[in-house]
């Protein structure tokens, strides 16, 4: 059973969490991030941009094989939510991760899942 065997608990390690823990505002801001990746189908889509770099719909649909709609969709919350980013080249959209940051949850994710399994 997990419990404390004090009944007090250790004020200036509580101070100093406290102190070091991210706002409501943060938090909910880290939650919204993390349905985000909770997807299957936009974690396929960013890791085929993690392994590629820059793709455009039609390609990240092939790889990923889901309709262009569904790309559309996944990457239109994606690019609102700052995770990917996109240029144009003429008639044509390519996307890729929004910055290192990305890629390196990206990376540590699925080494932790290496880990665990």
Known sequence: MDGCVTPEPDAARVAATRDRLVTPQEAT???????LLGD???ARLLYA???AGELCVCDLAD???VTDTAVSHALR???TAGIVASRRAGRMIYYRL????VRM?????????????
Do not use: M
């Open 29 to 35: 801001r880290l939650a919204e991030l993390f349905r």
């Open 98 to 101: 929004a910055d290192g940051h």
């Open 105 to 117: 949850l990206l990376d540590l994710s699925r080494e932790h899942l290496r880990e665990v399994t």
């Open 63 to 65: 790889v990923v094989e």
């Open 40 to 42: 299957p189908t936009r």
């Open 77 to 79: 919350l994606l690019r």
């Open 49 to 51: 941009l993690l392994e």
